[in-house]
T-cell receptor
Framework: DGGITQSPKYLFRKEGQNVTLSCEQN?????MYWYRQDPGQGLRLIYY???????QKGDIAEGYSVSREKKESFPLTVTSAQKNPTAFYLC???????????FGEGSRLTVL | GQNIDQPTEMTATEGAIVQINCTYQ??????LFWYQQHAGEAPTFLSY????GLEEKGRFSSFLSRSKGYSYLLLKELQMKDSASYLC???????????FGAGTTVTVRA
């Protein structure tokens, strides 16, 4: 079945370490997105990509990095520069920039 | 940018109707989405409005007034499984980014 796969589902990291969250989609969607969700807050956009080899910063890109070398893959790296990385991270994709978003199951990152 | 407001919590009885309001301010509107999110899970798409009026889809309906910067999601014949967070999201015409409100947690009681 088509969908979006995020891994790992749960991740623990020590302060000062970088960590990479995987996001893979087989929906043949052009656009992919990374959102962060904190309790009591809406989803906040970290990075998005509307085409392979191109991506743009969202509203809270500081301390994060991404790449889009393949259409189906959009990994997110949470670097040690991110001051408060503990959160629920959601990857999404859409057929075009105006389409609805389809979300992965999320990755919950906890910094110890 | 976007400024999206929706109530934090609502409680209703099984079988009843609940209306979740969403107001927004944007310099370039290009559509409004409603998503449902159960605790610890991914959001799932419920409805999309880009023109004024009511969109009905089974027990769920969504209304939009662009001139008022206002939308609502109507949930009818509430079931226990409808207990979830409901997210309002607005798309910006300039960059097609989708911005989300903080969500409304609906609790359905027997």
């Amino acid at each position: 079945d088509g969908g979006i796969t995020q891994s790992p589902k749960y991740l623990f990291r020590k302060e000062g370490q970088n960590v990479t969250l995987s996001c893979e989609q087989n929906l043949n969607h052009d656009a992919m997105y990374w959102y962060r969700q904190d309790p009591g807050q809406g989803l906040r956009l970290i990075y998005y990509s509307q085409i392979v080899n191109d991506f743009q910063k969202g509203d809270i890109a500081e301390g994060y990095s991404v790449s889009r070398e393949k259409k189906e893959s959009f990994p997110l790296t949470v670097t040690s520069a991110q001051k408060n990385p503990t959160a629920f991270y959601l990857c999404a994709s859409s057929a075009g920039r105006a389409g609805e978003l389809f979300f992965g199951e999320g990755s919950r990152l906890t910094v110890l | 940018g976007q400024n999206i407001d929706q109530p934090t919590e609502m409680t209703a009885t099984e079988g009843a109707i609940v209306q979740i309001n969403c107001t927004y301010q944007t310099s370039g509107f290009n559509g409004l989405f409603w998503y449902q999110q159960h605790a610890g899970e991914a959001p799932t798409f419920l409805s999309y409005n880009v023109l004024d009026g009511l969109e009905e889809k089974g027990r769920f309906s969504s209304f939009l007034s662009r001139s008022k910067g206002y939308s609502y999601l109507l949930l009818k014949e509430l079931q226990m499984k409808d207990s979830a967070s409901y997210l309002c999201a607005v798309r910006d015409v300039r960059d097609y980014k989708l911005s989300f409100g903080a969500g409304t947690t609906v609790t359905v009681r027997a």
